[in-house]
């Protein structure tokens, strides 16, 4: 059974390499290239595995996926506990992602909802708003879009019905944006391969541990993590 499910995501991976998904994909990264170099932020926001997903997406943009560079500004809606809690028990669990786009989204950011089925409907009305508020709106979905198709100038549907093999397309495609996009954004900056010397001001070689002066200069603990 294990062995199955390796071979059923390899043939999944191979299927959506040869469709027009790819190219949704590309879409995606040039949209969100675009907004970071004119000064925007991402909103991202989902719910249970797509949750995880939007804040695993905000971790690898603020930090980093693959090389050294400036961060990339880039929240998950589902990482603030008080906001989402509050405002589900005393308003409407349904508003609790458009209610952030309200204070946070700004016309030229992009909102990104992520939903297997695309009716979850908070990231519905989320999507929705976005458009309305002048945000550029990405979707991360499963075959058809489900209703947040209707929002979404970019719509990545993975063309498959079931959860975890969708979510399994899910993650390869925000790895490959967040790679694509780390590696333009370089470029457009002109950082190459950034180092944490050009990044802090510290003449720190890739990999190696800070010293005592170094970590005194920085006022850090400790070397970048990992």
């Known amino acids: 059974m294990i062995a199955s499910l390796f071979r059923t995501a390899a043939e999944n991976m191979l299927m959506v390499a040869g469709d027009s998904y790819v190219a949704d994909v ?5 949209m969100l290239s675009a907004c970071f170099t004119t000064g925007g932020k991402l909103l991202v926001f989902g719910n249970g595995g797509s949750s995880a997903d939007a ?17 990339l500004p880039a929240v998950a809606l589902s990482a603030n506990q008080a906001v989402l809690t509050a405002w589900s028990n005393d308003y409407s669990f349904a508003t609790v992602y458009s209610r952030q786009v309200e204070a946070l989204g700004r016309s030229g950011d992009v909102a990104w909802g992520i939903s297997t089925s695309g009716n979850s409907e908070n990231v519905v009305e989320a999507l929705r708003v976005s458009h309305e508020r002048g945000l550029h709106t990405i979707g991360l979905t499963g075959k058809g879009g489900g209703r947040m198709a209707k929002w979404c100038e970019v719509l990545m549907a993975a063309p498959l019905t079931e959860t975890p093999r969708i979510q399994e397309i899910h993650l390869v495609s925000y790895h490959a944006i ?7 954004m370089l470029r457009k900056r002109g950082e190459g391969m950034t180092s944490p010397e050009r990044l ?15 970590r005194r200069r920085r006022g850090a603990g400790g070397a970048l993590g990992a």
Request: hydrophobic share 40%.
């Open 55 to 71: 804040q695993h997406i905000c971790g690898e943009l603020v930090g980093r996926f693959m090389r050294d560079r400036q961060a």
């Open 178 to 184: 967040c790679a694509a996009v780390e590696n333009i």
């Open 200 to 214: 802090t001001g510290a003449r720190v070689s890739v990999g190696r541990p800070l010293n005592k002066a170094e």
């Open 26 to 30: 590309q879409r995606a990264v040039e």
